[in-house]
Structures are given as structure tokens and as C-alpha cells.
């Protein structure tokens, strides 16, 4: 009868043991997916106004828009500027973005049997408002039109000619300071760092009214930016 009674009390104590751990490891599992749940909800910004700055390079050439024989090389430039992420929903949103842009391209050739370099900055002040696709929380796909305004041009030429033939030779006889420009690319969103990658390019000519052909041409660039988010909410 003893034993009995003893195998029965250590059936109870066995069975109470081990209620006792599943329940405290289903209470840590619940825990941690709430943690994890907590953690993902505090890294994922596409529900939430974002406000934050960015800075980066350019790699910048021109085309001919008629196909004619005008190349020229890509060169390097500076951009920066802000942005505003503005959600509609989870998954959906608008981007506009304000960016101080330098373009351009650099070429070289022959000038009465005199070599030449010669290089373009120009500098614009870029509007892109792009849509924004976001599968997840650290990708999001933006495309949409952009308006940019030239605020400076700056041509610096190396050959043993004179400044001034060259100059005529490079000018535009209307240049068009504003322009319509289509953009896309990628960010990847790490917290409160981004990494955008982006190409655009004109769709308007280079040169006002249409009446000038030297050059006739369109920019197109590649530019790759960090950003900073400085506000989400």
C-alpha cells in the first residue's frame, strides 16, 4: 500500500514538474515572438512619414537625340539634398525629393591638328516626385517624373588653342533651363540609414525653341546616394 501511494505521489509530482516547464517554455516562446513582433514593428517605416537628407555622386554623359555623331564621355558629380516618404497604406507611397544635381560630361578631340580635353558641369536643382512600391520593409522600388531647373554651367577647356573659338564651338544658341525628366530606382533600408540607387534621364532637348543644333542633346545619369533618417512617424 505504501509503495503504491508512493508511485502515485511521484506520477502527481512528475506530471505537475513537467505542466510546469511546458507552460514556462510556451510563455518564454510567446514572449519572444512578442519581442520579435515589437522589434520588426520599430524597423518597419512604410507605414510611417519619413523626413530625412541624402548625398552621393553622379555618373553623368549626354546623347544626341538624332543620332548623330556627338560622344562624349561620362564624368562624376556631386548630389544631395532631402526627402519626404508620404505613405498611402503599408505597400504604396510618394516620394517627392528636392537635390542639388551636378551633371554633365567631358569629351576630347582634335582642333587643326591640336588636341583638346574639354569638360561640362552643369548644375541643377532636381525634383523628382516618385512613386513608391514597398514589398517589404527593407526594399522599396520608386519611379516617376522629375522637373529640373539649370542654375549653373561651368566648361573648362585644355589645349594650346584659343578660349573663345572653343567656346563658340561648344555654345547653345537657346539653352533650356527647365527640363522633364523621367526617374527610377531601388532603396534598401537599413533602420535609419538608406541606400538608393537611381537612373534618369531627359526628356526634353538641351536646347530651347528647338532651332539650335549645337548640340542637339539629352543628360542621362546613373547616382547612388546614402541617406539619413532624421524623423518617422
Known amino acids: 500500500m505504501k509503495k503504491l501511494v508512493l508511485l502515485i505521489v511521484t506520477i502527481v ?13 510556451d510563455n518564454n516562446k510567446e514572449s519572444d515572438s512578442k519581442q520579435e513582433k515589437k522589434d520588426n514593428r520599430e524597423s518597419d517605416f512604410r507605414d510611417k512619414l519619413i523626413i530625412g537628407i541624402k548625398g552621393g555622386a553622379n555618373l553623368s554623359n549626354v546623347y544626341d537625340t538624332k543620332g548623330e555623331d556627338f560622344q562624349a564621355d561620362p564624368k562624376y558629380g556631386f548630389v544631395g539634398g532631402g526627402y519626404v516618404a508620404i ?5 504604396f507611397g ?27 558641369t552643369t548644375t541643377f536643382i532636381d525634383v523628382p516626385l516618385l512613386i513608391a512600391f514597398k514589398p517589404s520593409e527593407f526594399i522599396t522600388i520608386l519611379a516617376g517624373p522629375q522637373y529640373s531647373y539649370l542654375i549653373k554651367q561651368k ?3 585644355t589645349s594650346s588653342n ?7 564651338e561648344f555654345a547653345h544658341d ?6 522633364l525628366c523621367f526617374k527610377g530606382g531601388v532603396d534598401f533600408n537599413f533602420k535609419q540609414f538608406v541606400l538608393g540607387i537611381r537612373t534618369g534621364w531627359d526628356v526634353l532637348n538641351n536646347n530651347g525653341d528647338g532651332s539650335t543644333t ?20
Open 13 to 25: 509530482i512528475t506530471l505537475l514538474v513537467n505542466k510546469s516547464w511546458a507552460q514556462e517554455n
Open 87 to 91: 505613405p498611402i497604406g503599408t505597400y
Open 94 to 120: 510618394v516620394q517627392p525629393e528636392l537635390l542639388f544635381s551636378q551633371k554633365g560630361f567631358q569629351a576630347t578631340g582634335k582642333i587643326i591638328g591640336q588636341s583638346y580635353e574639354f569638360t561640362r
Open 155 to 157: 566648361d573648362v577647356f
Open 162 to 168: 584659343s578660349k573663345v573659338q572653343v567656346e563658340q
Open 174 to 179: 537657346d539653352i533650356r533651363k527647365n527640363m
Open 214 to 233: 549645337t548640340p542637339r542633346y539629352k543628360n542621362v545619369w546613373y547616382q547612388a546616394t546614402i541617406g539619413y533618417t532624421l524623423y518617422n512617424d
